[in-house]
């Protein structure tokens, strides 16, 4: 297994007391990865109810789903973390972990596209969709690559990546709107082109992974190249 950064240290050792006792209740990995799904769910859920809402300006449900999200993701860490520590690890639960997390992550952008198609941010939509087409090429390159044999896990824009930088930019969209409230969107002089509105705290963020999760699909693709061609 490769080292762990730091900030993965620091949020072990928080979760550990927990990863305990869930060990001692007798939870299995894959019930938690299955709660992780159903949380995602949810966040699409308070997404797309948010996309009805006739208030445009209102960020309140945006910011619900990014914190929805984020918990999501901590269960994503807890699952892995369980079946180590409680050497519980198998084939089917790596497989089973595997496949829950590209629902989770094509059921969470769901949510996001149609709230932001329905609230009429159609170029931000359109980038939510590139986020998830290169969400799913990251991940499938790299199952692809090892199932040749090769170690795929190079690239920036990684799934905890991709979860934390979406559901943090949605949670402080929330939290801004809640304590600065709504305002006119900042234009570029007199044309129509927004530079700024309230919006942009979380679609901002969802382009970058849009742009960095496709480069990152295209670096792992070039290293099994550059893998493969060593071996010949």
Same mark, same amino acid.
């Given at each position: 297994m490769? %080292?762990? %950064?730091?900030? !993965? !240290?620091? +949020?072990?050792? +928080?979760?550990?007391?927990? +990863?305990n006792l869930l060990v001692k209740l007798k939870v299995t990995p894959n019930m938690i990865t299955s709660f992780g799904l159903l949380l995602n769910i949810?966040?699409?859920?308070?997404?797309?109810?948010?996309g009805e809402q006739e208030d445009r300006s209102d960020m309140t449900y945006v910011g619900w789903g990014g914190f929805t999200i984020l918990i999501a993701g901590l269960f994503d860490m807890i699952d892995g973390r369980l079946a180590r520590i409680g050497n519980m690890s198998s084939d089917f639960g790596a497989l089973y972990d595997s496949v829950l997390d590209r629902y989770s992550e094509m059921v969470m952008f769901l949510g996001i596209c149609f709230y932001l198609i329905s609230q009429n941010y159609f170029l931000s939509s359109l980038f939510s969709f590139i986020a998830l087409i290169g969400s799913v090429m990251v991940s499938y390159t790299r199952a692809r690559a090892e199932g040749l044999g090769i170690n795929c896990s190079v690239g920036l824009m990684q799934r905890p990546a991709r979860v934390v930088t979406i559901g943090t930019s949605a949670m402080l969209c929330g939290i801004f709107y809640y304590f600065v409230g709504s305002f006119d969107p900042i234009k570029l002089s007199n044309s129509p082109i927004i530079l700024f509105e309230t919006i942009t705290i979380f679609t901002l963020p969802v382009t970058v992974v849009a742009v960095l999760s496709n480069i990152t699909a295209i670096q792992r693709l070039n290293h099994c190249r550059t893998e493969m061609t060593k071996k010949n």
């Open positions: 490769a %080292s762990e %950064s730091k900030a !993965q !240290q620091v +949020i072990y050792s +928080i979760i550990n007391p927990l +990863i949810l966040a699409a859920i308070i997404f797309i109810i948010g």
